[in-house]
């Protein structure tokens, strides 16, 4: 069998698993069966970070790995939540009159989502919740999100309502902004709710125009690795608020509407202040390298992975220097790859913790994870993760 065939395989009984796991969780919990099992994938960012709240382009795709959540109707208005990876955490949550502040904990996402859901005029019915995940938490790859898009998914089906998929990735978001109040972008939401498997996703986050970007590494001989530094990744942490503020008060002083309207960063001279400066700048490379990335892989898919690599590794120096999000794990994770080989790698997400995602031709694979591993151990670091990702579906019923 093919490397692609085994993984496809290797996928499917992941997701059996996953789906049985939270069938099993949902009767040992509130007994009988599910009405149904959801799955929606987390994702990682092949280029264009921290450019969609700032209304510029970005291009993830989906993980195989997911958040499944097993899920029935409930007459009573509440949603009832257990969590596999959180035993001890169950909530009860009455939907009528739910306000922001009222649910805090990973609980806070699923109601969010029931909430955001009626405010959006979606009349969503009381559920019973069995969440499991295989998503590693803090690894920045947008574990919340998986679980909001599967909630979603599974309330609204439940509910018998079809929501528009990218109206339903803006109430996910609406339910991480408004409910837990972390203000992130709409890249995690649009990416676990709109990808598909063998492509990236090219999403204009001004005019939310979505592009299919096929995008297949394994048929031009490379790999790609997620390297999960173990150095956790928290948005809620005051940073990345930060960078938006600074990014918003750079464009208002450019007299632009946001970043996005720069498509040259010579214009970012203009700007007195260094850092609003160096953060304009990443802002306006990063569009341009996903711009960059997207030619190539529309017209050169097989020869293009070397150039991709290179932009990868610009794009790290650019979060590492002009942005100012990336940290020592990452650096050193990038710096070791590329010597063993890598063709590129760059740190994913929103930065202070999570994963570096490494384009690595096939055959250097081992040697790639053996250098990182042990530049770790001779800094005396947990011992890194690594995750083979494979473009994949987005979320739907299982
Ligand atoms: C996090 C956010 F949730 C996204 O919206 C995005 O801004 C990303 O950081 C940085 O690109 O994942």
Not at 7 to 26: S, T, V, W
Not at 184 to 195: E, F, T
């Amino acid at each position: 069998m093919t490397d692609t065939g085994q993984a496809r395989e290797a996928r499917e009984a992941q997701e059996a698993k996953e789906a049985r796991e939270a069938r099993e969780l949902f009767g040992a919990r509130f007994g009988g069966a599910p009405d149904g099992v959801w799955q929606a994938p987390g994702r990682a960012n092949l280029m264009g970070e921290h450019t969609d709240y700032n209304d510029g382009y970005v291009l993830p795709f989906a993980l195989g790995q997911g958040v499944a959540v097993a899920a029935a109707r409930s007459a009573d208005g509440r949603l009832a939540l257990c969590s596999r990876q959180r035993p001890a955490d169950g909530a009860e949550i009455a939907l009528d009159g739910l306000a922001p502040g009222q649910v805090t904990g990973w609980a806070a996402y699923p109601a969010g989502v029931a909430w955001a859901l009626r405010s959006g005029g979606y009349r969503v019915p009381g559920a019973r919740i069995a969440v499991g995940s295989d998503v590693p938490e803090g690894a920045g790859l947008s574990s919340s999100a998986a679980l909001e898009c599967a909630v979603a998914l599974a309330l609204t089906d439940l509910a018998g309502l079809d929501v528009p998929r990218p109206e339903l990735a803006g109430l996910a978001r609406r339910a991480e902004n408004d409910f837990v109040g972390v203000p992130s972008g709409i890249m995690d939401q649009s990416a676990s709710l709109l990808c598909q498997p063998g492509h990236a996703l090219l999403l204009d986050c001004r005019s939310l125009e979505a592009s299919q970007i096929p995008f297949d590494p394994a048929q031009g001989g490379s790999r790609l690795l997620l390297i999960n530094t173990r150095a956790r990744h928290e948005l809620t942490a005051g940073e990345y608020g930060r960078r938006r503020a600074e990014c918003a008060r750079a464009a208002r002083l450019l007299g632009v509407p946001s970043l996005r309207y720069l498509t040259d960063d010579g214009e970012t001279a203009r700007l007195s202040d260094p850092v609003l400066r160096r953060r304009a700048r990443h802002v306006v490379t990063d569009n341009a390298r996903v711009l960059s990335v997207v030619a190539l892989l529309r017209s050169a898919p097989g020869d293009a992975y070397p150039k991709i690599g290179a932009l990868l590794t610009q794009a790290h120096m650019s979060l590492r220097d002009d942005f100012e999000v990336s940290w020592p794990e990452a650096d050193v994770a990038v710096d070791a790859a590329l010597h063993a080989g890598a063709l590129g790698g760059r740190m994913i997400g929103g930065g202070f913790g999570g994963s570096v995602l490494a384009l690595v031709p096939g055959g250097a694979r081992d040697a790639v994870r053996a250098a990182v591993s042990g530049a770790f151990a001779g800094r005396s670091w947990t011992e890194p993760g690594f995750l083979e990702a494979a473009p994949s579906a987005s979320a739907r019923r299982l």
